[in-house]
């Protein structure tokens, strides 16, 4: 897995390339954790590249997910780009861990941007 951070004015860009199974999620964890202590609280994480995410990898994202939306004021965690093709088809595996009524989901990264 390779992690690519875009700082930007009101957020940060994570692209994630390759598989966020139990061996990356903590690498995945740790560098989201740095950026929220350092006080960044609006995320984009953009799947385009990801071939893979495992439970592992979905427990970092909701976890990230409560801790900036306890933050005052509140932040969020917004997800771009996500796969719904025949090869790798991520968007499935949000459906089927309830989690689409969490996150907000955008095609383009511009659009993510643009929701802060």
């Known amino acids: 897995m390779e992690i690519a951070h875009t700082p930007m004015k009101r957020c940060d860009l994570l692209a994630i390339e390759g598989r966020i199974d139990s ?3 903590p690498e995945f964890e740790r ?3 740095d950026l929220i202590e350092n006080g960044r609280k609006n995320l ?3 799947l385009g590249q990801a071939t893979f995410i495992s439970s592992a990898g979905m427990k970092v994202l909701l976890a990230s997910l409560k ?3 306890s933050m005052l004021p509140a932040g ?3 997800l771009s780009q996500v796969p719904e093709g025949d090869e790798v088809n991520l968007k499935e595996n ?3 861990a309830g ?8 095609d383009s990264d511009v659009e993510a941007v643009g929701s802060f």
């Open 44 to 46: 984009i994480i953009n």
């Open 67 to 69: 801790k900036v939306r």
């Open 31 to 33: 560098q989201i954790n």
């Open 99 to 106: 989690f689409t009524h969490l996150f907000d989901f955008y």
């Open 23 to 25: 061996a990356t999620a």
């Open 76 to 78: 969020d965690v917004v």
């Open 94 to 96: 949000f459906d089927l």
